[in-house]
């Protein structure tokens, strides 16, 4: 299966399953909510795009996304990028930054894991908004530096984020 959790009434499309508290999602759920209505094991791709941030307790959301996910199952999460206009609007909860994923993923692995399973963070990708390059026109430093590392360290210059994740055994799991 193929899950996307968060599709709203624009999902992603064929050969994947929506899931959402909205009538037109295929699963009917309210993903605040755990555990989902799927088994453990059962996904081989999860991807979300901008929910993450209006859901209660984020980290239980990514909890429940590795318990959903076979091992090795890929993983894509879109946010708004943390510094963007984006990033706080009204029915946003959090921010959802790179240094949040690389903890989770690196420095407090056994804080935030608790199952037989977890993410692991492959890498981070920003997309850029109409003001990367005006930041470039106006700031002629900037143009000798990689897009990327623009975007990590100037604000309003990217629009959002996408986390690639895959399921791995949890390597602190105690039963």
């Known amino acids: 299966m193929k899950l996307e959790f968060g599709g709203g009434k624009k999902p992603r499309g064929d050969g994947w399953v ?26 081989g791709e999860i991807y979300s795009s901008h ?13 429940e996304v590795a318990r959903i996910g076979k091992l090795g199952a890929k993983v894509e999460i879109r946010v708004p990028a943390p510094y963007s206009d984006l990033a706080m609007v009204v029915g ?15 420095h407090f692995v056994a804080d935030f894991w608790n199952g037989p399973k977890r993410l692991k963070l492959d890498r981070y990708h920003y997309s850029s ?8 026109m106006v700031l002629p430093y900037l143009d000798n530096l990689d897009d990327q590392l623009i975007m990590e360290f100037v604000p309003g210059t990217a629009h959002e984020v996408t986390y690639f994740y895959h399921v791995i055994e949890n390597e602190c799991y105690k039963p």
């Open 129 to 136: 908004c109409e003001r990367l390059a005006k930041a470039k």
């Open 51 to 63: 929910c993450l941030e209006h859901l209660i307790q984020p980290v239980e959301v990514l909890r």
């Open 92 to 106: 946003h909860l959090h921010v959802f930054a790179p240094m949040a994923a690389e903890n989770i993923d690196k």
């Open 18 to 43: 929506n899931v959402d508290q909205c009538q037109e999602a295929d699963v009917i759920h309210n993903l605040n909510l755990r555990p989902w209505p799927f088994a453990d094991d059962s996904a």
